[in-house]
């Protein structure tokens, strides 16, 4: 199974945002339509030999999981998950 990195969670808000790092192309768009500017590159080479972007240090609480980052990249290689809500049990349905 392949495991995606997380480049930062957000716990109270409920999302994550994934990093699927060789497929990057490092053309660096997610850095530039960050409303938040929380992005940056980072030294790490992938696969296709592009430097993959990162979270800045400190500065991962600032996003707010507006998803540009994911709507601009041309290789599909970020992404927001927000995290179901947990609460279902399975006895809620109810048939009556
Ligand atoms: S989801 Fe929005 S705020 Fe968060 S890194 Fe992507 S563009 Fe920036
Ligand atoms: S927009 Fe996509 S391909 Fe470009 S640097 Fe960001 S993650 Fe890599």
């Known amino acids: ?5 997380k480049l930062l969670e957000n716990k109270e808000k409920k999302f994550a ?3 699927n790092k060789h497929r990057c192309g490092g053309c660096n768009v ?3 339509v960050c409303p938040t500017g929380i992005l ?3 030294d790490e080479l992938n696969m296709r030999i592009s430097y993959i ?14 998803r540009r980052c ?7 290689a970020l992404y927001v998950l ?7 049990n399975g006895a809620e349905k109810a048939t009556t």
């Not at 927000?82 to 279902?88: F, P, Q």
């Open 82 to 88: 927000e995290e179901k809500n947990e609460n279902h």
């Open 53 to 66: 972007p990162r979270v800045k240090e400190g500065k991962a609480q600032y996003c707010t999981g507006c």
């Open 17 to 19: 945002l994934f990093l």
């Open 70 to 76: 994911e709507y601009g990249c041309p290789d599909w």
């Open 40 to 42: 940056e590159a980072s």
């Open 1 to 5: 199974m392949i495991n995606i990195p």
């Open 30 to 32: 997610c850095i530039m």
